[in-house]
Protein backbone atom coordinates (compact mmCIF):
# COMPACT_ATOMS: atom_id res chain seq x y z
CA UNK A 1 0.00 0.00 0.00
CA UNK A 2 1.06 3.84 -0.25
CA UNK A 3 3.46 4.96 2.17
CA UNK A 4 3.49 8.46 3.16
CA UNK A 5 6.76 10.01 4.97
CA UNK A 6 6.72 13.88 6.52
CA UNK A 7 9.66 16.30 7.39
CA UNK A 8 10.37 17.69 9.99
CA UNK A 9 8.04 16.81 12.90
CA UNK A 10 8.53 19.71 14.37
CA UNK A 11 9.05 23.56 13.18
CA UNK A 12 9.93 26.33 14.86
CA UNK A 13 10.03 29.83 12.95
CA UNK A 14 9.84 33.65 13.52
CA UNK A 15 6.80 35.23 13.08
CA UNK A 16 7.30 37.10 9.37
CA UNK A 17 10.08 33.70 8.34
CA UNK A 18 8.86 31.60 5.52
CA UNK A 19 7.89 27.44 6.62
CA UNK A 20 8.67 24.85 4.75
CA UNK A 21 7.11 20.92 5.19
CA UNK A 22 7.81 17.78 2.75
CA UNK A 23 6.59 14.64 2.14
CA UNK A 24 7.50 11.68 0.14
CA UNK A 25 4.87 9.12 -1.20
CA UNK A 26 5.69 5.88 -2.39
CA UNK A 27 2.90 4.70 -4.94
CA UNK A 28 3.33 6.08 -8.53
CA UNK A 29 -0.37 6.16 -9.42
CA UNK A 30 -1.24 8.23 -6.58
CA UNK A 31 -2.99 11.70 -7.98
CA UNK A 32 -4.36 13.53 -5.56
CA UNK A 33 -1.97 15.51 -2.41
CA UNK A 34 -4.23 17.44 -0.01
CA UNK A 35 -2.58 19.04 3.33
CA UNK A 36 -4.41 20.01 6.50
CA UNK A 37 -4.14 21.91 9.41
CA UNK A 38 -4.92 20.61 12.78
CA UNK A 39 -5.17 23.32 15.78
CA UNK A 40 -5.25 21.55 18.97
CA UNK A 41 -7.99 19.65 20.05
CA UNK A 42 -9.73 20.87 16.80
CA UNK A 43 -10.66 18.87 13.94
CA UNK A 44 -8.20 19.02 10.65
CA UNK A 45 -9.26 21.39 7.94
CA UNK A 46 -7.90 21.21 4.48
CA UNK A 47 -6.05 23.96 3.18
CA UNK A 48 -4.77 23.39 0.29
CA UNK A 49 -4.89 20.53 -2.17
CA UNK A 50 -2.99 19.45 -5.74
CA UNK A 51 -3.55 16.99 -8.18
CA UNK A 52 -0.74 14.92 -9.98
CA UNK A 53 -1.37 17.18 -13.03
CA UNK A 54 -0.77 20.04 -11.87
CA UNK A 55 3.27 21.25 -10.54
CA UNK A 56 2.53 23.81 -8.44
CA UNK A 57 -0.46 25.49 -6.62
CA UNK A 58 -0.77 28.78 -4.33
CA UNK A 59 -3.83 30.48 -2.59
CA UNK A 60 -2.09 33.65 -1.00
CA UNK A 61 0.42 32.85 1.99
CA UNK A 62 0.10 28.95 1.11
CA UNK A 63 1.89 27.30 -1.94
CA UNK A 64 2.20 23.35 -2.67
CA UNK A 65 4.80 21.88 -5.21
CA UNK A 66 4.51 18.38 -6.76
CA UNK A 67 7.61 16.38 -8.55
CA UNK A 68 6.11 13.13 -9.77
CA UNK A 69 9.13 11.65 -10.73
CA UNK A 70 10.52 12.42 -7.49
CA UNK A 71 7.79 11.74 -5.89
CA UNK A 72 7.21 14.12 -3.53
CA UNK A 73 5.35 17.03 -2.32
CA UNK A 74 6.22 20.09 -0.48
CA UNK A 75 3.75 22.80 1.42
CA UNK A 76 5.12 26.14 1.65
CA UNK A 77 3.63 29.16 4.05
CA UNK A 78 5.57 32.57 3.46
CA UNK A 79 4.90 35.61 6.24
CA UNK A 80 3.83 33.41 8.67
CA UNK A 81 1.94 34.13 11.49
CA UNK A 82 1.56 33.07 14.91
CA UNK A 83 -2.19 31.83 13.90
CA UNK A 84 -0.08 29.71 11.72
CA UNK A 85 0.50 27.84 14.72
CA UNK A 86 -0.63 23.98 14.20
CA UNK A 87 0.19 20.24 13.09
CA UNK A 88 0.03 20.15 9.64
CA UNK A 89 -0.24 16.90 7.53
CA UNK A 90 -0.13 16.15 4.07
CA UNK A 91 -1.73 12.78 2.30
CA UNK A 92 -1.90 11.15 -0.97
CA UNK A 93 -4.59 8.97 -2.21
CA UNK A 94 -3.61 5.59 -2.22
CA UNK A 95 -3.15 4.81 -6.00
CA UNK A 96 -5.20 5.87 -9.03
CA UNK A 97 -8.98 5.33 -8.39
CA UNK A 98 -8.56 4.84 -4.74
CA UNK A 99 -11.14 6.37 -2.31
CA UNK A 100 -8.58 6.21 0.68
CA UNK A 101 -5.91 8.60 1.79
CA UNK A 102 -2.85 7.12 3.70
CA UNK A 103 -1.77 10.62 5.77
CA UNK A 104 2.18 11.67 7.11
CA UNK A 105 2.71 11.66 10.71
CA UNK A 106 2.41 15.64 11.12
CA UNK A 107 4.65 18.35 11.56
CA UNK A 108 4.24 20.41 14.52
CA UNK A 109 4.41 24.04 13.27
CA UNK A 110 5.19 27.31 15.94
CA UNK A 111 5.51 30.96 14.78
CA UNK A 112 7.56 32.13 17.70
CA UNK A 113 5.98 36.21 17.76
CA UNK B 1 -25.96 23.31 7.13
CA UNK B 2 -24.42 21.65 10.39
CA UNK B 3 -21.46 19.58 8.24
CA UNK B 4 -20.69 16.81 10.17
CA UNK B 5 -21.53 16.04 13.23
CA UNK B 6 -20.39 13.45 15.77
CA UNK B 7 -21.94 12.05 19.14
CA UNK B 8 -20.36 11.54 21.98
CA UNK B 9 -17.68 14.23 22.34
CA UNK B 10 -16.09 12.23 25.03
CA UNK B 11 -16.46 8.54 26.14
CA UNK B 12 -14.87 6.19 28.83
CA UNK B 13 -15.14 2.81 28.28
CA UNK B 14 -14.34 -0.45 30.24
CA UNK B 15 -12.72 -3.70 28.62
CA UNK B 16 -15.03 -5.18 26.88
CA UNK B 17 -17.51 -3.12 26.33
CA UNK B 18 -19.29 -1.50 23.53
CA UNK B 19 -20.31 1.43 22.14
CA UNK B 20 -21.53 3.22 18.97
CA UNK B 21 -19.56 6.34 17.72
CA UNK B 22 -22.44 8.25 15.83
CA UNK B 23 -21.17 10.22 12.41
CA UNK B 24 -23.90 12.26 10.94
CA UNK B 25 -23.58 14.81 7.73
CA UNK B 26 -25.88 17.02 6.06
CA UNK B 27 -23.97 17.59 2.60
CA UNK B 28 -25.69 15.16 0.60
CA UNK B 29 -21.63 13.90 0.13
CA UNK B 30 -21.78 10.05 -1.14
CA UNK B 31 -18.31 9.30 0.47
CA UNK B 32 -17.93 8.96 4.50
CA UNK B 33 -15.23 7.75 6.46
CA UNK B 34 -14.22 6.85 9.78
CA UNK B 35 -10.38 7.80 11.03
CA UNK B 36 -8.72 7.06 14.58
CA UNK B 37 -6.04 9.43 15.71
CA UNK B 38 -3.78 8.17 18.19
CA UNK B 39 -0.81 10.83 19.92
CA UNK B 40 1.79 12.00 17.49
CA UNK B 41 0.40 9.55 14.47
CA UNK B 42 -1.60 11.06 11.83
CA UNK B 43 -5.03 9.69 10.77
CA UNK B 44 -5.43 6.24 9.93
CA UNK B 45 -8.49 4.95 7.77
CA UNK B 46 -10.85 2.51 9.18
CA UNK B 47 -14.15 1.82 6.98
CA UNK B 48 -15.17 3.65 4.54
CA UNK B 49 -18.43 4.14 2.48
CA UNK B 50 -18.96 5.35 -1.32
CA UNK B 51 -22.41 5.11 -0.79
CA UNK B 52 -26.13 3.86 1.07
CA UNK B 53 -25.36 0.09 1.50
CA UNK B 54 -21.69 -0.13 0.09
CA UNK B 55 -18.87 -0.04 2.89
CA UNK B 56 -15.63 -1.50 2.78
CA UNK B 57 -12.45 -1.90 4.87
CA UNK B 58 -9.41 0.56 5.34
CA UNK B 59 -6.00 0.18 6.81
CA UNK B 60 -6.94 -0.74 10.29
CA UNK B 61 -10.59 -2.11 10.72
CA UNK B 62 -9.89 -4.85 13.58
CA UNK B 63 -11.99 -4.85 15.78
CA UNK B 64 -14.56 -2.06 14.40
CA UNK B 65 -17.54 -2.57 12.49
CA UNK B 66 -19.97 -0.25 10.06
CA UNK B 67 -23.16 -0.02 8.52
CA UNK B 68 -24.59 2.87 6.11
CA UNK B 69 -28.33 2.17 5.69
CA UNK B 70 -29.06 6.17 4.60
CA UNK B 71 -26.73 8.52 3.05
CA UNK B 72 -26.29 11.00 6.32
CA UNK B 73 -24.91 8.32 8.90
CA UNK B 74 -22.26 6.42 9.06
CA UNK B 75 -22.03 4.87 12.86
CA UNK B 76 -18.97 3.26 13.95
CA UNK B 77 -19.36 0.22 16.02
CA UNK B 78 -16.95 -1.12 18.79
CA UNK B 79 -17.53 -4.62 20.03
CA UNK B 80 -15.75 -5.83 22.88
CA UNK B 81 -13.30 -2.59 23.89
CA UNK B 82 -9.42 -2.93 23.83
CA UNK B 83 -7.17 -0.62 25.26
CA UNK B 84 -5.40 -0.53 22.25
CA UNK B 85 -8.58 1.37 20.96
CA UNK B 86 -7.97 4.44 23.19
CA UNK B 87 -8.05 6.88 20.36
CA UNK B 88 -9.58 9.83 19.12
CA UNK B 89 -11.99 9.44 16.46
CA UNK B 90 -12.64 11.61 13.27
CA UNK B 91 -16.21 10.42 11.13
CA UNK B 92 -15.38 12.82 7.27
CA UNK B 93 -17.36 12.91 4.23
CA UNK B 94 -17.00 14.14 0.50
CA UNK B 95 -18.47 14.55 -2.41
CA UNK B 96 -16.69 12.47 -4.50
CA UNK B 97 -13.36 10.74 -4.86
CA UNK B 98 -10.73 12.86 -5.09
CA UNK B 99 -13.05 15.52 -3.48
CA UNK B 100 -12.09 17.32 0.05
CA UNK B 101 -12.81 15.56 2.66
CA UNK B 102 -14.85 17.71 5.98
CA UNK B 103 -14.12 16.17 9.21
CA UNK B 104 -16.31 15.93 11.95
CA UNK B 105 -15.36 17.65 15.27
CA UNK B 106 -13.99 14.13 17.20
CA UNK B 107 -14.86 11.70 19.55
CA UNK B 108 -12.20 11.30 22.17
CA UNK B 109 -12.63 7.43 23.87
CA UNK B 110 -10.56 6.23 26.51
CA UNK B 111 -10.90 2.14 27.43
CA UNK B 112 -9.28 1.36 31.19
Known amino acids: GENVEQHPSTLSVQEGDSAVIKCTYS??????FPWYKQELGKRPQLIIDIRSNVGEKKDQRIAVTLNKTAKHFSLHITETQPEDSAVYFCAASSGAGSYQLTFGKGTKLSVIP | NAGVTQTPKFRILKIGQSMTLQCTQDMNHNYMYWYRQDPGMGLKLIYYSVGAGITDKGEVPNGYNVSRSTTEDFPLRLELAAPSQTSVYFCASSYSMGDTQYFGPGTRLTVL
Open chain 1, 27 to 32: DSASNY
